[in-house]
């Protein structure tokens, strides 16, 4: 009788365990990040989160390695020689921000068919094999048309700020601003230029661009070129538009100064920086053993009137308005993926 009591519950056992998935040590696994532009505050605020977070990881022996490599320029061909390495020198994870959504896709094949899990974030990429990490990049820019149709109902002109040309992240954030102003006909864009995501960029191009440009009631941006579009404006003397600011320190702190002057009002919003680290531990889950969705959305981050100051006294000088994610995190955003 006692045999057969322990039969049956050794036979128990062995079906619950052959039911459970099964999970692997990632201890002796090494990330790779393929980061292809480094240029502005918001990628170098990426890339430290990336080098905080992970750092700890590798500490703790949650991974053996976790390296970032950049490209020297933001060209795809570059990016795809670089995860081409990547896969020679045999990584077991390679998370991608990526220059193309699509030129990178034979690369990515590549780390698949190397048995290499692939996941890419904010500039992702659509190989089928690959996960993908994402703010709604049309709703961002969307939603500022939408602050302006309440801020401004009698509408107006508006320049348009663009980031990289012919990276996916500026093409979605245009279509929604693009959106929002077919959805408030009373906005009308009379100017676009690109800023490259960069204060220094956008200066110049608005600076070149306003002598041509009616009377301006705001500019839409992507992030990066806020202080830059202001600085320009000033410089003409001309009247200050409200500028949709990207989240970046100097965007804050002068949004500050003119609220504290004139009681300037605004909003600013952008994906922040440590989408990074979700990146990475999302990675590590998959290698771990967890059944994970292809593609995962994260909110972006906006910031309002009435929480600028504490946004600004949390984000450090020359840095980017920002949130880390911890293995906790980002197991809370996979079990919520739809």
Avoid at 65 to 91: K, P, R, S
Avoid at 152 to 173: C, H, K, M, S, T
Avoid at 256 to 265: A, F, G, L, R, S
């Amino acid at each position: 009788m006692k045999t057969s009591r322990y039969l049956l519950a050794s036979a128990a056992l062995c079906l619950i365990a052959t039911s459970m998935p099964a999970m692997a040590d990632t201890s002796a696994k090494k990330i790779a990040l393929s980061n292809n532009y480094a240029g502005n505050s918001w990628r170098q605020a990426m890339l430290t989160s990336w080098e905080k977070v992970t750092g700890e990881a590798v500490k703790a022996g949650q991974v053996a390695a976790a390296d970032a490599f950049t490209t020297a320029e933001n060209q795809a061909t570059e990016q795809a020689a670089q995860i081409q390495n990547m896969i020679l020198q045999g990584y077991d994870a390679i998370v991608i921000n990526a220059a193309s959504p699509t030129a990178l896709n034979g690369a990515v094949k590549e780390a698949c068919d190397a048995g290499i899990t692939v996941v890419s974030f904010d500039g992702i990429v659509t190989e089928p094999c690959a996960w993908r990490i994402a703010v709604d990049f049309k709703e961002m820019g969307r939603s500022q048309v939408e602050y302006l149709s309440g801020k401004l109902p009698q509408g107006g002109n508006l320049l348009e700020i663009r980031g990289l040309a012919g990276v996916f992240v500026d093409d979605e954030i245009s279509a929604g601003i693009h959106a929002g102003v077919e959805q408030f006909p009373q906005f009308k864009i009379v100017g676009s230029v690109h800023g490259d995501w960069a204060q220094d960029v956008a200066q110049k191009a608005v600076a070149g661009i306003l002598p041509s440009l009616p009377e301006l009631v705001g500019v839409v941006t992507q992030g990066g070129d806020g202080y830059g579009a202001a600085q320009a404006i000033a410089a003409a003397n001309r009247p200050m538009p409200v500028i949709v600011m990207g989240n970046r320190e100097d965007e804050l702190k002068w949004w500050k100064e003119q609220k504290d002057e004139n009681q300037y009002e605004t909003m600013s919003v952008s994906i922040a920086p440590g989408v990074s680290t979700l990146a990475f531990w999302v990675a590590q889950q998959i290698l771990d053993g967890k059944e994970v969705k292809k593609d995962l959305v994260v909110p972006f981050l906006r910031i309002d009137q009435d929480n600028l100051e504490a946004n600004l006294a949390n984000t450090q000088a020359g840095g980017v308005a920002n949130v880390e994610y911890s293995l906790e995190d980002a197991q809370k955003v996979i079990a919520s993926a739809k």
